[in-house]
């Protein structure tokens, strides 16, 4: 068994972020405060009830959204009634996962999770996955599983069907059902009210994917929970558990719009589970390892994932995951609450990726794009880009391209056709032009919603001296158009 210590520290700021014209007008809704009232939908009432929280949280909330603040306006907190305080500092605290005051404390916010630190311990690949093996590895005897009043655990509903002799319902279950669809309030909801109905337990088991993970603790941070986490896709074991990212989704305003930080005391990577994840998702996941490769620039890395990936050697990717989980530890380490520009760097190919992801769900299609599938084009998107601007050698552009192309991550022309709904090849080339107005998170979805100049761009370069090695970018729409024509007739295959 390894084990990785991952701690975290309570926030600091690099710089102050500044107003900007734009954001001082559009948050002029502060000045009309009687905007800010009880929410009219039950959902809303229901959850300030269940978490004893003002409701003008929710409504001040979606204010926040339809003015298009941004991660980096500082809430100017000065002339809100001392009544509504309280509203402002959880809705600060959920907004795109936490924004600044003017007060004395920029984090102000009764979200505010203090300094810790959280365990990683992968168990070797051979451990057998029966009830007793999960219990030793989590550090609860079967009994205590079984008979502790204080102990809940919210399970993926597939791994409760494929795994059922290991987790036994014993009457402390929430299940949930992982689509992007349910990362929403009302899931939320749904899980907080079968938790007061099992006597409101502390310690929180979360077993599963990204989905279930992102949505279990988001609802954990909420009231406080003590958290184990059993990640079961490769996404969660190497990316989504381990980074203190909680969330859901906010559309049309976008994915990951509401959320926290909230780390868990424990995560124990069992690869066992990777034995019955379907390919898919194996290499849904293998696209977050390359990008943990790329950012450190790491070709042995990137070389022996894509090979494994290539073959689906479940074993070989198994022998993978301390390094890949390592990669990841160090940079949120570093950052743990994304407020010193370090962890921008494992938004590289998410610029790309959430906008697609975002515009797959609103087409409806039968199978929209998965998190992973849409990380690889933005990678491929943001390599391109770096080349284009000289910030990578020929050489490591082509190399990363290659283990990018080999691993066989890159969805075909028609997959990736039926996933944004278009008929040939010649359509999703230009279909750029509808999505990419759902990177500016404005309800219109027009170009024109926003400046595209201001969009970063996170991309990999060799022309700096420490890890991670990116840099933020901005490009044009025109750029962006013939970056997007040139990889879809010339590097997605046909089939
Ligand atoms: N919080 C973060 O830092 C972070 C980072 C990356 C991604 N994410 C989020 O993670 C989500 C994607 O997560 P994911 O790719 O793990 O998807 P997921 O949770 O939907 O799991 C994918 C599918 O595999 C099934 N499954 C899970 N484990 C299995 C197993 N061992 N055997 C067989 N089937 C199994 C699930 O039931 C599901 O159908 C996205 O919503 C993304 O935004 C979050
Ligand atoms: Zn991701």
Redesign the pocket.
């Known amino acids: 068994m390894k084990s990785i210590t991952l701690p975290w520290a309570t926030p600091t700021l690099s710089k102050q972020p500044s107003f900007t014209r734009q954001e001082t007008e559009r948050f002029s809704w502060l000045t009309r405060l009687s905007d800010i009232r009880k929410p009219r939908k039950a959902l809303f009432l229901n959850l300030a009830k269940q978490l004893k929280w003002p409701s003008e949280v929710f409504t001040i909330l979606d204010l926040a959204f339809k003015s298009g603040l941004t991660r980096h306006y500082i809430w100017d907190l000065q002339g809100i009634p001392a009544n509504l305080l309280p509203a402002f500092g959880f809705a600060m605290g959920l907004f795109k996962r936490g924004v600044t005051s003017h007060t004395k404390d920029p984090f102000w916010s009764p979200l505010k999770t203090p300094a810790g630190e959280c365990q990683i311990d992968i168990v070797s690949s051979g451990e057998a996955l029966n009830s007793v093996g999960v219990s030793r590895a989590l550090g609860y005897t079967q009994d205590q599983i079984n008979s502790l009043a204080d102990l809940c655990t919210v399970i ?4 409760l069907d ?2 059922a002799s290991v987790f036994k319902d014993n009457g402390q279950i929430i299940v949930i059902e ?3 669809k349910n ?1 929403s309030w009302s899931q939320v909801s749904r899980i907080l009210s079968h938790w007061l109905d099992l006597g409101s337990p502390k310690n929180w088991l979360i077993v ?7 949505i279990a ?1 988001f609802a954990a941070s909420l009231i406080g929970a003590n958290v184990t986490i059993l ?6 074991m190497i ?9 859901i ?1 906010y559309f049309p305003f976008g ?2 719009q509401i ?1 926290t930080f909230y780390y868990p005391q424990k995560i124990v990577v069992a690869p066992k ?6 390919r898919r ?1 194996i290499l ?2 293998g696209a ?1 390892g390359l990008k943990h490769a790329i950012l450190g620039l790491n070709e042995p890395l990137a070389a022996e994932l894509a090979l494994s990936l290539k073959e689906d050697n479940r074993t070989a990717l198994a022998n993978l995951l301390g390094t890949l989980i390592d990669t990841k530890v160090s940079i949120v380490a570093q950052d743990s609450f994304e407020t010193l520009n370090i962890r921008d760097a ?1 938004n590289m190919g998410h610029t790309l990726a959430h906008a697609l ?1 975002a515009f797959s769900q609103e087409k409806k299609v039968r199978n929209p794009i ?3 599938e849409a ?1 690889a084009l933005g990678l491929v998107f943001d390599l391109l880009i770096s080349e284009k601007n000289g910030l990578l050698s020929q050489k490591k552009f082509s190399t990363f391209m290659d283990f990018i192309k080999e691993s066989g991550v890159l969805l075909s022309v028609p997959d990736l056709g039926k996933a944004l709904g278009q008929k040939n090849r010649g359509t999703l080339a230009t279909v750029i032009n509808e999505f990419l107005p759902y990177l500016f998170n404005d309800k219109k979805n027009t170009l024109h919603s926003g400046n595209f100049a201001n969009i970063l761009w996170i991309v990999p370069t060799d022309q700096k001296d420490s890890f991670p090695f990116f840099k933020k970018v901005t490009i044009t729409l025109g750029q962006a158009q013939s970056i997007w024509q040139h990889l879809v007739f010339n590097i997605l295959t046909p089939k």
Not at 208 to 214: A, W
Not at 231 to 236: A, F, G, I, N, Q
């Open positions: 993926d509903e597939n791994i494929l795994y992982p689509t992007e990362k599963g994917g990204g989905i279930t993970s992102d603790m990640p079961t896709t490769l996404l969660s990316d989504a558990s381990t980074g203190g990212k909680t969330g989704n994915k990951n959320g589970f990777l034995e019955t994840l379907p998702e849904s996941g977050e494992l992801e998965r998190h992973g990380v």
